[in-house]
C-alpha cells in the first residue's frame, strides 16, 4: 500500500526532449503521408482518364459497326461518309475532321421528309475530358471499310490515351 501512494505522489513526468523528440517522430510521419496523397490523387486520375478513353474507343467503334454495318455505302472521302440509313430510310451523313491526324465528328446529318436534322452518336457523358477520337485514314475495299490507326487524344495535348487499333466494318456498296 505504501508503494501505490508513492507512485501516485511521485510527480515525474516526460523530459522536456522526449517531448521534442515525440514531437518530431509526429511531424515526420505526418509529412510522409501528406506527400503521398497527391501522388496518389495523380495516379488515381490517370487511371480514370485511361479507363474513360477506352469507354470512348469501345463506343465509337460500336457506333460505327451500328450506323455502318446496316448502311449502304454511298461516297467515302477526307470529309465525311455518305450511306443509305436503311432503318430512316434516308441518306445519312458521318463527318469527319478535314486536320491531321483526322478526328471523328460522330454527328449524323439526314433529311427526314422536309426536315434536316443533325444527331450526335456519340453522347456527351462518353465524351468527357475533352477527348476525340482520330484516325489516320479510311480504306475502303472488299465489302468492308477499316479506319487505320482509331485512337483517343485529348484537345489540351494528350496523345495515344486509347489505342492505337485498326477497326474494320462489313458495309454493302451502291
Do not use: W
Amino acid at each position: 500500500m505504501v508503494c501505490m501512494k508513492s507512485k501516485i505522489r511521485d510527480q515525474h513526468g516526460f523530459t522536456l526532449a522526449e517531448t521534442l523528440l515525440a514531437v518530431i517522430i509526429l511531424l515526420l510521419a505526418s509529412t510522409i503521408v501528406a506527400s503521398g496523397i497527391p501522388a496518389a490523387r495523380n495516379a488515381y486520375e490517370k487511371v480514370v482518364l485511361a479507363s474513360d478513353a477506352e469507354v470512348l474507343l469501345s463506343t465509337t467503334i460500336s457506333t460505327l459497326r451500328n450506323e455502318l454495318g446496316m448502311a449502304e455505302i454511298i461516297s467515302v472521302n477526307n470529309n465525311s461518309i455518305v450511306y443509305f440509313n436503311k432503318a430512316r430510310g434516308a441518306n445519312a451523313k458521318i463527318y469527319l475532321g478535314s486536320s491531321e491526324p483526322k478526328a471523328i465528328m460522330l454527328a449524323r446529318y439526314y433529311k427526314e421528309g422536309d426536315a434536316d436534322t443533325n444527331e450526335a452518336l456519340i453522347s456527351d457523358p462518353a465524351s468527357t475530358d475533352n477527348m476525340y477520337v482520330t484516325f489516320s485514314q479510311i480504306v475502303r475495299g472488299d465489302g468492308y471499310l477499316t479506319f487505320k490507326n482509331l485512337q483517343v487524344n485529348r484537345k489540351n495535348g494528350g496523345t495515344g490515351l486509347a489505342g492505337p487499333r485498326d477497326y474494320s466494318v462489313r458495309v454493302s456498296s451502291s
